[in-house]
């Protein structure tokens, strides 16, 4: 379907030489030597004609395709004079004359010669009436418009229903005939009848119907410029960076520099284990806690350097965690089998405390939009709190074990904590539903991605399993390699769009899974 053929032989098109060779004697040396020549032409691979011919240094691109695609390209980016040359200079029209024909009349809105025109195209049955179809059904819907009832009841008995195809539309058109409104709650409006503006919205959707190699896809050469950047970015290893730093004028190789390797600093200022660390949400702060009884909360430098700006003291007992506001100015920490203490992340100032009489709490976090938080409790139950300590919702019974970690989700629709040894609870707070994430083994802790799709759950067995937590909970995938024997080794979510899985182990390492 590709190039249009052209009435003349191909020896008359040569020019050059053989144009020349008119007015010269027909000796035998002559005839020879501009045989010869185009015999050298001849031999050699086309570079301008014919749709096998191909390009690349696998031999796989057709160029007839290849130019009609940068020449779809150039007339969608608006460049119809540049379009227009290359279709001559290459001798490889965009479409053939019948088809430049077709798109003519149905943008112009000649329905009935659009048909006829359709018919020599040479496309199978299917899809030749359902093309008929959507040319016809706007012809229908015009006469209609301008009230010419008897035409559009034509139109629709003798060329709409022979053609057999989606007669349950043909049901909607005919009920548009008895009652015209009926095309309102069809959701045809009448911009979609207006002359130039229907044509060409009959065009696009001809378009996705008819066979590609008789009409361009639009953005057809974009589409394959994203799936190549697409195949590069799932083919780099150490993918993390942004979209941004794809460039077309090389392939794209992510190195192993993008992937933090290197001790830049030691924060030295607990006096005992650490026992967890958490970035704030802008990156520009560091919290940690410790088995010293107190909190530190580290001011990250535009330059990389990391100093520390306040110790938080006041618990009696070790730290288990820290917990940073949706807008950083806040941070919540919480201390083993005690209270829970927020404090302002400027002035290091203890804003409140937050206790139970005869309860301790082992976890906490924030409400999503800052206004409460939520704790769990040593009596298994989950509590939530405003923000000046009055219970709002309390859920009592098997809901947390002495295990630290929970979470909810960014829409505060669902709690999550580990409710038995081999469990985790999915607590929808709407719905007053629960589910259940029933794993092999002992949990030691879980952490919640940034997007509420996954959970990534660490096991006693040394074993870090990833959750689908849409629907009904499906384990995806398994990882393997770190090391766990006494400690609560934590793993999360990192990288760019969370790629990555980072955890740490025993044996002094930290572990990278893509």
Same mark, same amino acid.
């Given at each position: 379907m590709g190039v249009a053929e052209d009435s003349e032989p191909p020896l008359k098109r040569v020019k050059g $030489?053989?144009?020349e060779s008119k007015s010269l004697p027909e000796d035998h040396s002559t005839t020879k030597s501009v045989s010869c020549s185009l015999g050298d032409q001849m031999a050699r691979p086309? %570079?301008?004609?014919?749709?096998?011919? %191909?390009?690349?240094s696998q031999g796989v691109i057709r160029k007839a395709e290849f130019i009609k695609i940068i020449t779809r390209a150039l007339y969608s980016l608006g460049y119809d004079k540049s379009g227009a040359l290359l279709e001559e200079e290459s001798g490889i029209p965009l479409h053939s004359s019948v088809v430049n024909l077709f798109m003519g009349q149905v943008t112009n809105g000649k329905w009935d010669d659009s048909v006829a025109t359709l018919r020599t195209i040479g496309l199978s049955d299917e899809i030749m009436k359902s093309a008929s179809f959507l040319i016809l059904e706007q012809k229908f819907l015009e006469l209609l418009k301008m009230e010419k009832?008897?035409?559009?009841?034509?139109t629709l008995r003798n060329e709409i229903v022979p053609l057999h195809v989606n007669l349950d539309c043909v049901h909607k058109l005919a009920s548009c005939i008895i009652s015209p409104s009926q095309c309102i709650r069809l959701g045809i409006s009448s911009q979609d009848t207006e002359g130039t503006k229907s044509g060409s919205k009959i065009l696009e959707k001809l378009q996705k119907l008819l066979p590609a190699a008789i009409m361009i896809p639009e953005k057809r050469l974009e589409h394959l410029v994203e799936r190549a950047l697409d195949v590069q970015r799932e083919a780099c290893v150490f993918h993390n960076?942004?979209?941004?730093?794809?460039?077309?004028?090389?392939?794209?190789?992510?190195?192993?520099?993008?992937? $933090?390797?290197?001790?830049?600093?030691?924060?030295?200022?607990?006096?005992n284990e650490v026992w967890f660390v958490q970035f704030s949400h802008n990156g520009k702060y560091l919290g940690s806690s410790s088995k010293d009884h107190s909190a530190i909360i580290w001011e990250v430098k535009e330059n990389g350097q990391v100093l520390l700006k306040h110790t938080l003291c006041g618990h009696q007992k070790p730290v288990l965690i820290v917990s940073w506001s949706p807008d950083d100015s806040q941070i919540l920490t919480c201390g083993q089998d005690e209270v829970i203490r927020r404090w302002d992340v400027s002035s290091g100032e203890c804003l409140h405390v937050y206790e139970k009489t005869g309860v301790g709490l082992i976890s906490c976090g924030w409400f999503p939009d800052g206004r409460g938080i939520f704790a769990g409790m040593t009596d298994k139950s989950i509590c939530l709190w405003d923000l000046d300590g009055r219970d709002l919702e309390c859920w009592k019974g098997q809901r947390t074990l002495r295990i630290s970690d929970m979470a909810i989700t960014d829409d505060g629709k669902r709690i999550i904590s580990v409710c038995r040894e081999s469990a985790i609870l999915l607590l929808d707070r709407e719905a007053k539903f629960d589910r259940l994430i029933e794993e092999v083994d002992m949990i030691t802790s879980f952490s919640l991605s940034k997007d509420n799709k996954f959970l990534l759950v660490n096991l006693m067995n040394q074993e870090i399993h990833l959750w689908s937590?849409?629907?009904? $909970?499906?384990?995806?995938?398994?990882?393997?390699?770190?090391?766990?024997?006494?400690?609560?080794?934590?793993?999360?979510?990192?990288?760019?769009?969370?790629?990555?899985?980072?955890?740490?182990?025993?044996?002094?390492?930290?572990?990278?899974?893509?």
């Open positions: $030489p053989l144009e086309l %570079t301008s004609q014919g749709d096998g011919e %191909t390009i690349g009832v008897a035409a559009a009841l034509d960076t942004s979209d941004s730093d794809l460039s077309l004028y090389s392939d794209h190789q992510c190195g192993k520099n993008q992937i $933090p390797s290197q001790t830049l600093q030691i924060l030295e200022a607990h006096k937590i849409e629907g009904d $909970p499906k384990l995806i995938s398994e990882y393997k390699g770190h090391k766990r024997t006494r400690f609560v080794i934590r793993s999360c979510f990192g990288g760019l769009d969370q790629s990555f899985i980072a955890s740490g182990s025993e044996d002094s390492q930290v572990l990278l899974f893509d």
